[in-house]
């Protein structure tokens, strides 16, 4: 089964700095999607970005960016030109292209992320 | 404007009670999915549906229920048959197995 590890429970940032949030994942699927969603304190979840595992490049969204590393199954996000309405809690999460579960997200545990004026 | 919205935004419950979580799309989305979120615990999937009339079990259906009798509405009732029900509940949509999840702004049930 698939797993997604998020080994930061916090992290905190200086406005107009850069943070770069981690996420590894199991699986032994070869395609496959990543995304990273924002939970702001409206608790409303918000897609951020969003990778397809056989596309090499990286995505990006502006400030946001992602460092995919296949081989080591690794997707981190990078948050550059940090602003206050950053601080959220960030969600990596992992989708299976296959049809069983009906390709349901499987989700980490989430980074809570401060943004410091 | 097109969304996702859950109601209500707190709903309080008291022991034994069945309450019904009320969620509704104007995005023409065909799948939506009930999700439960405890702190530490990220996103749990209760429910989901693909289509008008059929829904599935999530991982922790257990004391739950939902129906699908409309496209744009998918209600999910927690029964007293749920040990533990006071949680943050997230209602999501995609338009199809290949897009992305469009997610409402929750609705919170405390027991009482």
């Known amino acids: 089964a698939q797993t997604v590890t998020q080994s930061q429970p916090e992290m905190s940032v200086q406005e107009a700095e850069t943070v770069t949030l981690s996420c590894t994942y199991d699986?032994?699927?070869?395609?496959?999607?990543l995304f990273w969603y924002k939970q702001p304190p409206s608790r409303q979840m918000i897609l951020v970005i969003r990778?397809?595992?056989?596309k090499q490049q990286n995505a990006t969204e502006n400030r946001f960016s992602v460092n995919f590393q296949k081989a080591a199954k690794s997707f981190s996000l990078k948050i550059s030109d940090s602003q206050l309405g950053d601080a959220a809690m960030y969600f990596c999460?992992?989708?299976?292209?296959?049809?069983?579960?009906?390709?349901?997200?499987?989700w980490g545990l989430g980074t809570s992320l401060a943004v410091n004026p | 404007d097109g969304g996702i919205t859950q109601s209500p935004k707190y709903l309080f419950r008291k022991e034994g009670q069945n309450v019904t979580l009320s969620c509704e799309q104007n995005l023409n989305h065909d799948a939506m999915y009930w999700y439960r979120q405890d702190p530490g615990q990220g996103l749990r999937l209760i429910y989901y549906?693909?289509?008008?009339?059929?829904?599935q079990k999530g991982d922790i259906a257990e004391g739950y229920s939902v129906s699908r009798e409309k496209k744009e509405s998918f209600p999910l009732t927690v029964t007293s048959a749920q040990k533990n029900p006071t949680a943050f509940y997230l209602c999501?949509?995609?338009?199809?197995?290949?897009?992305?999840?469009?997610f409402g702004q929750g609705t919170r049930l405390t027991v009482v």
């Open positions: 999501a949509s995609r338009r199809d197995v290949d897009t992305e999840a469009f």
């Open positions: 990778q397809e595992a056989y």
């Open positions: 999460a992992y989708r299976s292209p296959f049809a069983g579960n009906n390709r349901k997200l499987i």
């Open positions: 699986t032994s699927e070869s395609d496959y999607y």
């Open positions: 549906s693909q289509i008008v009339n059929d829904f």
